[in-house]
């Protein structure tokens, strides 16, 4: 109940300020009688009025959910799933896909409770094995980076 | 006469021997997709957006192997449902109600081919009734002005929210977010930049194979962090794999009442195969009484959410293709595929490219054998799916995600984009909130803001445009009736919870 109202008074948080930066969309020239600010306007007064009732009154949308509550264990591990998606994300261009994906798919094996030998050949055959899948067979360019002194 | 000659074209294309590989590759790779946890139609279809691309398929080749995907999702969601008691997305719940005890009975191979005869009848009667009522529909919506598919949209956005049960709030709530999400970006009228923060990267919006992929695949992998329990152990199917005549003739009836159920569900704007499937098992269970065994292992009760579950997914492309209105989550999805080819489905799609439509409905008809055909004997290698591990299929799913986001625009900036909406997602989904209907309204923002805009260029600012024709008003009065569904839903609950305690 608690994190339902604390996301809805973001929610209406958000949208006040978002009604702030919108209030300023002004066509510099316009054939229209309508602008670029009307409609981002109303959709953001009608979020802000269901953020209202969701904060106001929680209780009548909020049933017993099956998801298991968030735990400090739960919290890291989530935290640790992020921090490689981040990596993964900041790293692909930079260091190539291939050695990217092999230390992004060793470390996901590991937070999903794979030992460390089948996890490592995962990650081999992951990291290879969909370069050559996407790369070459169904023609997706992917970077290549510090590997691609090997390109023939 | 005319439908069906065109019906004739159609098959043509869908029976040329390219389309068929790709209609066998896409219920395969459909049918494996449903099957693995955290992998539904949705993220299926999308993630196959960008290979169609690279690959350089042709518009109906794609639109076919997209279609036979979600047919394959559809089909391969129910193994997860029988054999393991875990349906693999919300219309499959229904599902595991009388086909888990049927598994655990031991009639696991019965109740699989049951399953996929229903399936393939859902999917032939509502076939036959998108070839009939497509037409017709796509001719009267030619009439549609702007101010009609605003209201149109309006409709399909209340009814969503009406339809939603127990949160309609919530619901409405995840469709605002979606429509403010799609107005990201330039302008297309005005030319003005709209809530981009000065990043470059959002210039031209949010690409929706980002939004879906972060959306339903990154918010997935975090939630398959809690699922702990690995290496679930299925009940074997064992004993006879097919079904037999008398068992067949046993179902027929629920099987014909079901699939028009079903497709008439699919056809409604956000109604969607999770309502047709509870709505079906319902008045099934009504209408066999006492004698029925409904919950622990009837046939009846199988076969009743199966055929409308498969009726209503192929129902669903009828407002897709006549109206370009997508009415569940996975048809958004291939009306955002199709916008990337620059096709605007819609009733004049009928005319100008005959073509990609038929080919698209024949394409169902044979994807729908394929799967038959393919599945019965194919139960015991897909049951072997199921023992994969979640620490070999979440890194490939995380890395092929990420690829499918990187092919879009080959920038690292999506890939950061999509982390952040999944992160957004997974908290929406912690807190309730329905996200298919995010994704309904991210793929009608644009749609709607420009047929608002257009409909009010027309009128000359006046709003009364909205009202002026009688398909508006009668809209209105529609969209007036689901706004007072759910009120009058709890005002009923609360009356009849009174009278049990008095």
């Known amino acids: 109940m608690l994190y339902q109202r604390l996301f809805a008074a973001s929610l209406l948080l958000a949208c006040l300020c978002l009604g702030f930066i919108a209030w300023g969309y002004q066509a510099p020239f316009s054939y229209e009688p309508v602008g670029p600010r009307a409609y981002p306007l109303m959709l953001l007064i009608l979020l802000a009025l269901g953020a209202l009732v969701l904060l106001v009154k929680p209780a009548m949308e909020s049933s017993e959910s099956d998801e298991p509550a968030l735990t400090r264990p739960m919290l890291i591990k989530a935290a640790i799933c992020l921090g490689l998606l981040l990596a993964l994300a900041a790293l692909f261009e930079r260091l190539g896909f291939i050695p990217t994906s092999i230390l992004f798919a060793l470390g996901m094996a590991r937070l999903f409770g794979g030992r460390w030998l089948p996890s490592a050949v995962l990650a081999l055959v992951l990291g290879v094995g969909l370069y050559f899948l996407f790369d070459r067979v169904l023609e997706v360019p992917l970077p290549l980076g510090v590997l691609s002194a090997l390109e023939i | 006469m005319d439908t069906l000659s065109y019906l004739g074209q159609g098959f043509d294309v869908a029976l040329s021997p390219n389309n068929l590989v790709t209609a066998l590759a896409g219920t395969t790779i459909g049918t494996i997709v449903g099957l693995l946890p955290g992998l539904g139609p949705i993220n299926g279809v999308a993630l196959l957006i960008p290979v169609a691309f690279a690959l350089g398929l042709p518009p109906e080749t794609a639109l076919i192997l997209l279609a036979s995907v979600y047919l394959g999702c559809e089909y391969g969601g129910r193994i997860s449902s029988i054999l393991l008691n875990i349906p693999g997305e919300a219309s499959a719940v229904m599902t595991t109600l009388d086909g888990h005890p049927l598994a655990k009975q031991g009639k696991g191979g019965i109740a699989l081919s049951i399953s996929a005869w229903s399936s393939f009848i859902g999917g032939l009667i509502a076939t036959i009734g998108v ?36 949160k309609p709030i919530k619901t409405a709530v995840a469709v605002l977010i979606g429509l403010m999400l799609a107005c990201v970006g330039i302008d297309a009228n005005s030319g003005v930049y709209r809530f981009t923060f000065g990043s470059l990267g959002l210039a031209d ?36 794999m097919l079904f037999n005549l008398k068992e067949g003739a046993f179902v027929l009836a629920t099987n014909l009442r079901s699939g028009v159920l ?26 066999a009484g006492h004698k029925g065994r409904f919950g622990d292992g009837d046939l009846r009760g199988l076969a009743a959410p199966e055929t409308a579950n498969s009726a209503s997914a192929c129902g669903s492309m009828i407002p897709m293709l006549t109206l370009g209105i997508p009415g569940s989550g ?42 038959i055909v393919m599945n019965i004997p194919m139960i015991k290698v897909f049951t072997r799916i199921l023992s994969v591990p979640n620490w070999t299929l979440v890194p490939a799913i995380a890395i092929i995600t990420s690829i499918g986001v990187y092919a879009v625009h080959a920038t690292t900036f999506d890939l950061f984009l999509m982390i952040a909406i999944g992160l957004f997602g997974y908290l929406l989904r912690k807190l309730d909130f329905p996200l298919s209907a995010l994704l309904l309204g991210f ?18 600012g006046d709003l009364g445009i909205l009202f002026s024709s009688p398909i508006t008003i009668g ?22 919870a009174a009278l049990a305690s008095a």
Request: aromatic share 10%; net charge positive.
């Open chain 2, 131 to 166: 070839t009939i009522f497509a037409p017709l529909l796509a001719k009267w919506a030619v009439s549609f002005g702007p101010a009609e598919y605003f209201m149109l949209m309006v409709f399909a956005i209340v009814c969503l929210a009406g339809m939603a049960g127990d």
């Open chain 2, 205 to 240: 919006g949010i690409q929706f194979v980002v939004l879906v992929l972060g959306l339903f695949s990154v918010s997935e992998i975090l939630m398959l962090l809690e699922r702990t329990h690995q290496g679930q152990v299925a009940v074997k199917a064992s004993g006879r």
């Open chain 2, 262 to 287: 079903g497709f008439i569900f699919g056809v409604l704007p956000g109604a969607g195969a999770t309502l047709a499937s509870a709505v079906s098992y319902m008045s099934e269970k009504r209408l």
């Open chain 2, 330 to 371: 996975t048809t958004a999805v291939m009306l955002g595929a199709l916008t990337l080819y620059n096709i605007t489905p819609g009733p004049l799609l009928f005319q100008h490219q005959p073509d990609i439509v038929w080919g698209l409905i024949a394409s169902l008809f044979v994807a729908n054998i394929i799967l």
């Open chain 2, 443 to 460: 793929i009608l923002g644009h749609m709607m803001e420009s047929n608002l805009r257009r409909a009010l260029s027309i009128s000359n």
């Open chain 2, 475 to 496: 809209l209105w009065v529609l969209v007036a009736a689901m706004v007072a569904l759910p009120f009058w839903r709890r005002y009923r609950t609360k009356r009849s």
